[in-house]
């Protein structure tokens, strides 16, 4: 592993060493530069006269800001006539580059080189041009009360967001490229006095070990650092909120921001910390808890109901009750599918409908409502083919497992719903209990970045229960959550000292 | 990846193989909803079954019904039930279960015994012994608008809010049924017209029907076994002067509050005592005659009534002891705390039990006469 | 030697010989008791438990000498190396039969009660499969599991607690009706299905913290166990009549079939769906202790690559054992085993490291 690794590394390097000087002829430069940008449409020259010499302004006309180029560069240099370049280009970002074979690359990025005729160096000024959108709340992440704010494409804007909300020197930012032909911009974002070390070591060195052309979403930088790719269950938090990003940034964890995608990857995470939302922390403490908890019965009923209704249809009736049981042998007494079949066919089509409804535009969107919830769900049942009982199974199902904050999970429950139900179906409530099991032995096995996934349940840390099944008061949160090994563990003492020092009572 | 590819092949072959081994599907069932088993002349049982088919639309009220067969054992007769029958019979949930008065008088230990030894058989169904045969209740199929073994379960069920009837289930009865110092008693199902009458109950010795209980009866037996229900009306005749007119001259009332000191004493000579001590809470729901606004009148009255109690308790011992139904547990007491004496006693426990000597004393007090005085 | 991430703490510990404990005897305890003991079969059970109190001191007392070795690697300091490897092979193949006689338990309850026409096969695959899934991971990872799945334990008190709505407490008495002899002799029948508390032969060096501390962990969790027997026992007798007790060989079963919720009815089918949890926990526990020796003889310490197989033999041999006679050879097996291995043995090879002043580094 760790050869392979420095073996890249000095890849890298070799790569690097093919250093050409400037030309200075112009011409020449400008034959290369042509070159190796193989003749692109979108390079644009300016030539310029600047201390009697020729020059050559080179920019791409789709990555920088020509309002700018024109204010900052061409303007000052043609006014002032002679002079010091540095002196009088009034942009932030300018440097002087000799080695010729770097100027494409800078060029990509949306710089603007400056060439003088006979002049052995080039000058690189920063004129990238920023189209980004506005910061919006995230569509699929919104919360009723607290920020309204959310994570573009733009990544200076996203470390914005962060910083903002933490000003704290201790706030760090490690910037990574990764992709060896897209060069994606990553950053790396963590509390200096927080974050375990080893863990910020180890994000480090697996996001150093990347080697790959194209990494376009967060999904492949999540895939190439996760130990257990294999599993259903996603181990690293994408969210497009910056609060969420900072709450968990506080908790000693590390964040990935990457350039040109809105997702901000948080780890490591816990699986409850899917089912958290900021939402809990903005409403009072008994609501968060309530809602907390209905949300973790959801996953619970999303994951279950459907394996538990075949295993009770198919191997135990004698389970229900006396009135329940003829209610539902009357509505399924003449469905010519067994169970399984049909809880199938329901999930199936609940999946598809539920993947057409994202994939559609929203104006269409309401025919998949009608067609889906009035055609499928009633016809079905008026057909014969599917029981009500059934419906009702498959929609309870489906409304509990879009309950969870984030969609990973959202998906992963129903998924985990389908061996259950073939389990159910093969061995009754006997098989669902040792498919449960399995899945507990898998989650207690799962480790994300050295934290144990399913923690505080396994291993066992009756404190930090107080903020997973439910929301406890904040002042009650004297210690930060314990998975993430944080350097420091308390986060508060005793905020609601003026109780005591009430002068009044006296 | 390897263990990867390993698992789901295993997966798969698994799948492949599975042959839904236990699947009962619950739309493949007739689920039989009451049973009877009675006593053919030529000692076979014959069954009745009740089962209920619920109609698909919401319109239709749901049918019962009736098979009749007769085989050698209750599964015997089931499994010809199933010969006359599509699909599959299933007794999972039975709610009532009948046995008829002559089949009762033979073993219910062997008759039941498939009830003990299936895992799915219905354990919580209710139990009680038709006057004459199951079979003809059954057939009775509706009482007014409600189908019969409907009919019968939820009469009892609210019999046993009353202390009517014993509370109890085929699983309830089965360590009394085994233990030779107890008995059971249950409810006694009577055929009144076309309608059904559960208010009186059927002791039993061992595993045999010895005989029967008046409703009085059995409220009493139920209160001196301290197994109030929710409420226990009983009425009685007043009788304080003698030329009272005879119309009027009783008192509804009900036991709000029981507690029972039972006390067995063994004197030297082996002579068994039992000292059943009953304290009753009684609240009046109707007395016309008189008002019960002074203090001593309703003292009286508790007397009386006391009185009238205890001579209900005697009367009901004496029945229980000539019935040899240990309905109290006697025996028990006797195994648990003097193992000595019952040592001598358990070879012929029921007779000697018809010699047990009991002490029933009551009292009753009156804690609530309603609104008026 | 042993790894940093192998290590749990003493309570995991507890937890560990919690969940080796309760197996399969919890269902037919009060059964066998009350053959010998009568009414006094609660007593024999609380004996029993002194028992294992004194048997886990012994077994501490030895795993003290050797702090950093599991049984099978002090076993040839002590015995010498061949003696010793044959002594460790013979631990293998107890703890493999162990298993054995648990799964056929498991398979034959689950046969009569829930799943009548599924076969052996199938349910003993689906059994295994779980519990290798879990046995060939560290020790750390399967504490963790073992310390959740003892809530079980909890809900299956609560469900017990059901069958005090029909209770005579009269059933217990006359308590000593069979006789302090009798009583003594039923807590030896007792022993068999407290076994589980051997545990700590293996796991002890992967404990940390001080030697006591890992006794009072291990003998907590084992009074855990001791007093929920009792207690299940307890109820049975008094559920139960004396004369129904011999005919129910599962009388916690048999008490929970007749309750009813509102909505759930069969309340038998939910205690053995959550006693699963308790046999496969107990087989991981056995498993790991049996592939952890076989590790250490075949694969330099790696109890993972032996799982497979060790698989495979206990599934031949609980195959083997479905007739009652086999069944019954197997039971008579274990015993002996048991007195050997964990009472007799561990205490001879006390003495001696004594005697030879043999200590572990």
Partial sequence: ?????????????????????????????????????????????????????????????????????????????????????????????????????????????????????????????????????????????????????????????????????????????????????????????????????????????????????????????????????????????????????????????????????????????????FYQSPDDYHSRWIVGSFIRLLR???????????????????????????????????????????????????????????????????RVGQTIGIVGGLVIGESVVRAGLISYPMVIVVALTAISSFVAPSNEISTATRILGFPLMILAAMFGLIGIMFGILFILIHLCKLESFGTAYFAPVMPLRIKDLK??????????????????????????????GWVHDDPEKE | MKRICFSSTFIFVFLLLTGCWDQDLLKDARLIYGG????????????????????????????????????????????????QISRNIRTYRNRILIIGEELAKQDVHQLLDVFYRDPKSPFNARIGVAEGKAKDILSLKKVGNVLIAEEIDELINSKEKTTTVPKVTIETIFPVMMDPGEDFVLPYIMKKGKRVDVSNSAMFHKYQFTGTLNPDESTMYLLL????????????????????????????????????????????????????????????????????????????????????????????????????????????????????????????????????????????????????? | MILKKSKITQGQLMFFVIQSQVGVGILSLPNKLQATAKGGAWISSLIAGLAVQVIILILWALCRRFPSDTIYSFLPKITGNFLGKLLGFAYIVYFLFSVSTILSFFADVVGKWVLQ??????????????????????????????????????????????????????????????GWGEIIKASNAALFPLVGYEVILVIYPFVEG?????????????????????????????????????VISEPLLYMLKGFSFQIIQRIDLIFLSLWIFIISTATVSWLYMATTGLGHFFHRGEHKKAVPYAVFIVFILAMIAQDPAITDLYDRMIKIFHYTFVIGLPLILLIFSYLLRKRGA
């Fill in chain 1, 296 to 362: 973790l019965v959801s996953f619970i009923i999303a994951s279950l109901v459907p394996a538990l209704y075949i295993a009770i249809i198919g191997f135990h009736p004698e389970i229900l009750p006396v009135n329940l049981i003829f209610t539902v042998k009357s509505s399924i007494d003449k469905v010519p599918f067994p169970p399984i079949l049909e809880a199938l066919l329901m999930q199936i089509t609940l999946e598809v409908l539920r993947e057409a409804g994202v994939r559609l535009p929203s």
């Fill in chain 2, 225 to 373: 076994k301290d197994e109030k229900g929710k409420m226990a009306t009983l009425t009685k005749k007043i009788s304080i002067e003698k030329d009272q007119k005879k119309v009027y001259n009783f008192m509804t009332f009900n036991v709000e509050k029981s507690k029972r000191r039972m006390k067995v004493l063994i004197q030297p000579d082996d002579q068994i005592t039992v000292r059943l001590d009953l304290k009753l809470k009684v609240s009046v729901l109707e007395f016309p005659k008189d008002l019960l606004d002074d203090k001593k009148r309703v003292a009286r009255l508790n007397q009386i009534l006391s009185k009238e109690m205890t001579d209900l308790a005697n009367k009901t011992l004496k029945k229980m002891q000539k019935a040899r139904c240990d309905g109290l547990g006697i025996g028990r007491q006797l195994i648990a705390f003097h193992p000595d004496t019952w040592k001598k006693q358990k070879e012929d426990w029921g007779s000697n039990y018809q010699k047990v000597h009991f002490v029933p004393k009551i009292q009753v007090e009156i804690i609530k006469k309603g609104i008026i005085m």
């Fill in chain 3, 210 to 246: 001080k030697s006591i501390g890992k006794l009072k962990a291990a003998s907590l969790g084992s009074l855990v166990i001791i007093l929920l027997y009792t207690f299940e026992v307890f109820t049975s007798l008094i559920i139960f009549s004396p004369e129904v007790m011999p």
């Fill in chain 1, 1 to 273: 592993m760790m050869d392979l690794f420095r073996k890249l590394f000095s890849n890298k390097r070799a790569e690097k060493s093919s250093y050409i000087n400037v030309f200075p002829s112009l011409q020449k430069n400008k034959e290369y530069i042509q070159n190796q940008l193989f003749h692109s449409s979108d390079l644009k020259w300016r030539s310029i006269r600047f201390n009697q010499l020729s020059g050559l302004i080179v920019f791409f006309e789709s990555l920088s800001d020509q309002q700018r180029i024109q204010n900052e560069i061409i303007r000052p240099l043609e006014e002032k006539k002679e002079g010091n370049v540095d002196a009088i280009i009034a942009s932030v970002d300018i440097a002087k580059k000799s080695d010729l074979s770097q100027l494409p690359q800078s060029l990509v990025q949306g710089n603007c080189v400056l060439l003088f005729e006979g002049t052995a160096e080039a000058y690189i000024v920063g004129m990238a041009a920023e189209n980004k959108r506005n910061i919006v709340e995230p569509e699929n992440e919104g919360a009723i009360r607290g920020a309204h704010d959310g994570f573009i494409e733009h990544l200076i804007t996203n470390l914005y967001l962060v910083r903002k909300r933490i000003e704290n020197p201790s706030l760090v930012v490690r910037y990574y490229q990764v992709g060896k032909a897209t060069k994606t911009k990553l950053a790396l974002l963590y509390m200096q006095n927080l974050a375990n070390p080893d863990l910020v070591e180890e994000v480090d060195q697996r996001l150093g070990s990347i080697v790959m052309d194209t990494t376009i979403s967060p999904g492949f930088i999540a895939e190439m650092i996760e130990d257990n790719p294999s599993s259903l269950f996603p181990q690293i938090l994408f969210t497009e909120r910056p609060d969420r990003a900072v709450a968990h940034l506080m908790e000693g964890r590390v964040v990935i921001l990457s350039d040109g995608d809105a997702t901000a990857q948080i780890l490591p995470v816990t699986f409850f910390a």
């Fill in chain 3, 117 to 178: 026409t599924t076969p052996r096969w199938a349910l003993l695959i689906l059994t295994l499969f779980t519990c290798a899934y879990l046995a060939k991971e560290n020790l750390r990872v399967i504490a963790r599991l073992f310390v959740i799945s003892s809530f079980t334990i909890i809900v299956i008190v609560i469900l017990s607690l059901f069958g005090y709505a029909h209770t005579n407490i009269t059933y217990i008495f006359p308590i000593m009706e069979a």
């Fill in chain 2, 36 to 83: 009877g088993f009675d006593l053919e002349p030529n000692g076979k049982i014959l069954s009745t079954f009740v089962i209920r088919d619920v109609p698909v639309s919401e319109q239709q009220s749901p049918k019962n019904e009736l098979i009749y067969t007769v085989g050698n054992t209750p599964r015997e007769a089931r499994h010809k039930a199933d010969n």
């Fill in chain 1, 467 to 496: 903020d997973t099944f439910t929301r406890f008061p904040i002042w009650s949160l004297n210690q930060r959550p314990h998975d993430p090994h944080p350097k420091r563990v308390n986060q508060e003492r005793y905020s609601r």
